[in-house]
């Protein structure tokens, strides 16, 4: 528990923690709201009872001063009425304090996912070579939302013990024997509880976390690849896996909610067995009704407001084991995000402007003494590398699959960093200005990412729609050679292309990714495999516009096809984890 509470402070920021002792001392109010309500139905059935024991009441006295009245049948109305009002009052309070402890969760619940979201995006690109997407989604979905099933269960917590130990307090000045003999039958109870079931229900947690990020791999794998699912007839492999994880998920989960049900019966069943036993050894000693009827009807009510709370006080203690694994998952997510934040200035470069200005680019790109491998492995794929780059030349990096072109070119858009060497731009480290990098260097990949939006939106890419230049998206497009394509679909530009671009042809993808590149008219453009997917004749058309640029665009083309890289002043052959210069 106290684990819990050392994880959630580090994860909630100080407003928060300043809206929960709001939260809680609205608890206080309510719980005094509780209190009074109880406390006053004793005074009312014993006026009920008689006016005579009522008249040598001290409150009697109050109350007939203020309504100065006769008729003792009035003054039990008013009482009744009195009695009434306490419980509208509580009752309409109580609404308002939950609606309050809900805006409370969720406006905070919208705050950690979004900094969850936030230290996710600003990551380095290597992070994401070791992560998978579905645990991400998970992360930053599920298990935000049972951080705030957690802290949801404290503040219940709060507010069902803080009328529990009232009342209970209450009683015990009422009658110590019955709440003594009431209270130590539940203990015992409460105790049972929850030494057995902690430990199983944080199992369950931890599963039903396994299980939910396997649900959503599954559903991502499946229609992430539908085509090849279809092709080769798959549908029922990935039936299948997708109905393992839900079978995890249901047992966790049932599991879970079989468990938290289990307690309530019992508990009524304790309370009142041990309730009227209390009574039925009072009246076997010869206690007056006159005095046990009051006290007793008391104790009902009490229990009777009591009982559910037990019940919710283990549920919550229940679904706080069963929901903390997710406590701890965002905790270390966190926590590693700030090691990593510290560990290295330049990954906090990475974290992006959109108005930073470009780095300048004069001279050349300057690759001294680089070496990498990836995280996953010791396999250096490129080793004590050195080249130049100079402005305004077209360069090309060739070599076989698995050479390390791509390797190399990443290093160069700065996504990857290298293990040693630097790479530089002029004479800056390009991994010390990162964020400024970005704004001169472009990138084609190999596989246009699409958005599923308009062309407009996928050309400008990270503007919002109505900050697009239509003339500039149009410019970019006539030089990516798909100006007759455009003119051939039904809203031109403003057409949508589908999740992932389906609804395109894998060629205008390419050129919408090539377009894209172009609207931002970088000083640098690195084109990994662009054109590989084109047809011959469009590829001519594509690399005669890219080749329109050369002199005025510092170009860096990988190819395969040496009729792509005709042009190219400079090329590398990418070897043996070295650049061996060829042209
Ligand atoms: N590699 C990894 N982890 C990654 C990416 C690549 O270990 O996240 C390995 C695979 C390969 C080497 O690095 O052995 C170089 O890969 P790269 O993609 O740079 O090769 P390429 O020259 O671009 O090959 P291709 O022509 O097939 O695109
Ligand atoms: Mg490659």
Redesign the pocket.
């Known amino acids: 528990m106290f684990n819990v509470f050392k994880k959630l402070n580090y994860i909630i920021d100080r407003r928060m923690k300043l809206e929960t002792v709001g939260i809680l001392l609205m608890v206080m109010l309510g719980t005094g709201l509780e209190l009074l309500g109880i406390a006053s139905i004793k005074p009312l059935i014993v006026g009920i009872m008689s006016e005579e024991n009522a008249r040598r009441q001290h409150w009697f006295k109050v109350l007939t001063a203020v309504f100065p009245v006769s008729d003792y049948k009035i003054l039990v109305i008013i009482m009744l009425a009195g009695l009434s009002l306490i419980f509208i009052v509580k009752n309409v309070y109580l609404l308002y304090m939950y609606r309050c402890q809900n805006r409370f969760l969720y406006d905070n619940l919208r705050k950690v996912s979004l900094k969850m979201m936030r230290s996710y995006l600003n990551r380095p690109y290597?992070f994401f070579?070791e992560k998978s997407s579905s645990e991400l989604l998970r992360n930053i979905d599920k298990d935000t939302s049972d951080l705030f099933g957690v802290i949801r269960s404290l503040v219940m917590l709060a507010t069902e013990g803080c009328v529990v130990v009232a009342l209970v307090a209450y009683l015990f000045i009422q009658d110590k024997s019955i709440t003594i003999a009431v209270g130590f039958m539940l203990m015992i109870f409460a105790i049972i509880i929850v030494k057995v079931y902690r430990v199983k229900l944080l199992k369950m947690g931890q599963q039903n976390l396994y299980y939910e990020s396997q649900v959503y791999k599954w559903v991502q794998q499946a229609f992430g690849g539908i085509k090849e699912v279809k092709v080769m007839n798959k549908e029922d492999f990935f039936y299948q896996s997708y109905d393992k994880a839900f079978q995890g998920r249901v047992r966790s989960e049932y599991t879970y909610h079989t468990m938290t049900s289990i307690p309530k019966p019992m508990i009524e069943a304790v309370v009142i067995t041990a309730l009227l036993g209390a009574a039925g050894i009072k009246i076997m000693h010869g206690t007056h009704m006159e005095y046990f009827v009051p006290v007793f009807s008391q104790f009902m009510v009490a229990a009777y407001r009591l009982l559910p709370s037990f019940n919710r006080l283990t549920e919550y203690i229940g679904a706080i084991s069963y929901q903390k694994p997710a406590v701890d998952a965002i905790y270390n997510i966190l926590k590693e995000m700030e090691a990593a934040d510290a560990a290295g200035a330049a990954d906090a470069a990475g974290v992006s402007t959109p108005n930073a200005a470009p780095l300048p680019f004069e001279q050349a790109i300057h690759v001294r003494d680089l070496t990498f491998?990836?995280?996953?492995?010791d396999?250096e794929?490129l080793r004590n590398v050195e080249l130049d780059i100079e402005k305004n030349t077209s360069v090309a990096?060739i070599?076989?699959?698995?050479?390390?072109?791509?390797?190399?070119?990443?290093l160069i858009l700065g996504v990857l960093k290298p293990v040693s060497g630097k790479i530089l731009a002029d004479d800056m480290d390009i991994q010390e200005n990162l964020n400024r990098w970005h704004h001169t260097i472009g990138y084609i990949p190999?596989n246009i990412y699409l958005m599923d939006d308009t062309i407009a939106a996928n050309v400008a890419f990270g503007v919002p729609a109505d900050e697009i230049d239509h003339e500039k998206v149009k410019r970019a497009l006539a030089r990516a050679q798909m100006t007759d394509a455009i003119a051939q679909m039904p809203d031109g530009i403003m057409t949508q292309v589908g999740e992932r671009g389906v609804r395109l042809s894998g060629g205008q993808r390419q050129r919408i990714g090539i377009a894209r590149a172009l609207y931002t008219e970088p000083e640098i453009l690195v084109l990994?495999?662009a054109t590989s997917a084109l047809d011959n004749e469009t590829e001519t058309a594509v690399m005669e516009s890219i080749d329109a640029l050369h002199g005025e665009m510092t170009l860096i083309i990988?190819a395969?096809r040496l009729s792509t890289i005709r042009n190219c002043d400079v090329v590398y052959k990418?070897e043996n984890a070295k650049a061996v210069r060829t042209r």
């Open positions: 290597s070579l491998h990836y995280e996953n492995s396999r794929v990096f070599g076989s699959s698995g050479a390390g072109k791509t390797t190399l070119a990443d190999q990994d495999e990988i395969h990418i």
